[in-house]
Nanobody, 123 residues
Framework: QMQLEESGGGLVQVGGSLRLSCAGS????????MGWFRRSPGKEREFVAEILGDNHIQQYAESVRGRFTISRDNAKKILYLQMDDLKPEDTAVYYCGAAETLNRATLMEFGYWGQGTQVTVSE
């Protein structure tokens, strides 16, 4: 059963950068579609980015496209999210999720989640 642990969150100024990491436990990590999601106070969890396990095809939310980059190292079983040009509206708890599929996953298919890491962007 996949276990996930995020790290790399923190406080950063507007325009700054952070890189989040998510370590996975499953031996066949490459068989999972991996994604980043976030939740701001008073809002629902929203999709940020997804990367497929085998061909590394990526998808992004429109709000982060061109600023965030999702990547993965299947050998190390780590998922990354490079966040550049951060804005106050990026402030949220960021979660990584895993879906046991080689294809794009729906939210319902993300059955494994990390505990989340706080990202705060200050003016």
């Amino acid at each position: 059963q996949m276990q996930l642990e995020e790290s790399g969150g923190g406080l950063v100024q507007v325009g700054g950068s952070l890189r989040l990491s998510c370590a996975g436990s499953e031996r066949i990590f490459r068989s999972y579609a991996m994604g980043w999601f976030r939740r701001s106070p008073g809002k629902e969890r929203e999709f940020v980015a997804e990367i497929l396990g085998d061909n590394h095809i990526q998808q992004y939310a429109e709000s982060v496209r061109g600023r965030f980059t999702i990547s993965r190292d299947n050998a190390k079983k780590i998922l990354y999210l490079q966040m550049d040009d951060l804005k106050p509206e990026d402030t949220a708890v960021y979660y990584c999720g895993a879906a046991e599929t080689l294809n794009r996953a729906t939210l319902m298919e993300f059955g494994y989640w990390g505990q989340g890491t706080q990202v705060t962007v200050s003016e």
